[in-house]
């Protein structure tokens, strides 16, 4: 059973900086994605890295956001810059795509 830990988040005005963590446990996660969930919309996926590094961004935060990920301990990392009021989300990771149970997540409120 995998477990997944998403930490970070936290409030920041428009135009900061954050770096959100995701920590698993119980298995290898070959693509890691990290996700959002904004209130009253679907969660979507913002950005995928693979094993040997290969990365996928979302239009919406390319040029912003940069994902990461230590393979040795099973973590990943999503450097969140120059952040908007339509980046506040709850913000996860899972395997891209999704197949392992979701983690808690890390609200993510850019506000003023």
């Known amino acids: 059973q995998v477990q997944l830990v998403e930490s970070g988040g936290g409030l920041v005005q428009p135009g900061g900086s954050l770096t959100l963590s995701c920590a698993a446990s119980g298995a290898t996660i070959y693509t890691m994605g990290w996700y959002r969930q904004a209130p009253g919309k679907q969660r979507e996926l913002v950005a995928s890295i693979t094993r040997g590094g290969i990365t996928k961004y979302a239009d919406s935060v390319k040029g912003r956001f940069t994902i990461s990920r230590d393979n040795a301990k099973n973590r990943a990392f999503l450097q969140v810059n120059t952040l908007r009021p339509e980046d506040t989300a709850v913000y996860y990771c899972?395997?891209?795509?999704?197949?392992?149970?979701w983690g808690p997540g890390t609200q993510v409120t850019v506000s003023s």
């Open positions: 899972n395997h891209a795509p999704p197949f392992h149970s």
